[in-house]
């Protein structure tokens, strides 16, 4: 899939400024319109080292109400989630109804990190390809909005950049020894993301791939697709509240039809009722005529 990313794709500074204001706004609508619907909302940010995972969060930050929208940072596991399924520490994370969560790194680090890195077993990372589709398809079925996005770019574009954060004291903490070891196996990653591409991109949780080379193209396509994706959903679930049952909006839906399988349970038991009094009824008039 990495292959037909056009990674030559650039927006001008005069196209991105007019863009990108309008984004965000419609973005901060669409934030209050998901509350009101009660639609959850969880963004997967994935990526190269320094390919513009952060300036992403930024751009979110800058606009959206802090008060329903939450930054996840990918950090290693702590000795109590180790405990647990690698998938339990993203489950406990997820938006509540209404809610927006950003996974800065999510549970692709087991297929990625781990896996490149040999922080676990074989049979572990190839069975979780199949633990993801199936938690992923519990998230759509269960109505939340989940977005997938890979920044993409090129070995000698992180190379550059490297370089430019090593220049700049501010940003020189970025390039730890791992960043380093990743750029210099940047082939061997290149295979585990594509395998993770092909294994887990599905209809209702497909992946955007984000030409990141010029980072005023990529900030306006993660949120071009945002804003797509959400409108969508809302549209959704305005036209068939009952698919989330738990919705407010979906609450006299389902009223009706709770009192409509009742109705068919008491007459289905008042038939059966009425079955069990036949033979009863008969022997009772057998006896009055014996």
Known sequence: MLETVDLMKKLSKPAYTKTMGALQEKLRGLQ??????????TICLEGWDTAGKGMIVKKLTEKLDPRLFRV?????????????HFLWRYQTALPNDG???????????????????????????KQAYEEINQFERWLADDGQILLKFWMHI??????????ACLCDPALRWKITKEYKRHHRQYNKWTAAVEEML???????????LVEATDMRWA????????????????AKRKAAPGAVSRSAVAQP??????????DKDDAAMEGAGAKRAQPAARRKAEAAHA
């Open 32 to 41: 209050y319109a998901a509350k009101e619907a009660e639609v959850p909302v």
């Open 99 to 125: 809610e927006m969560v950003v996974f800065d790194h999510s549970w692709y680090g087991r297929v990625l990190v781990e896996r490149c890195d040999k922080l676990c077993n074989k049979k572990d990372w």
């Open 72 to 84: 996840q940072p990918g950090t290693p596991p702590t000795s109590l989630e180790r405990r647990y």
């Open 253 to 262: 839906l389902m009223q009706a039809l709770r009192a409509e399988i009742k």
């Open 154 to 163: 090129s070995k000698a574009e992180q190379k550059k950049r490297f370089r």
């Open 219 to 234: 900030r306006v396509k993660v949120f071009r697709t945002l804003v797509e994706k959400i409108e969508e959903a809302l």
């Open 198 to 208: 092909a294994k887990t991109d599905s209809p209702h949780a497909p992946w955007t």
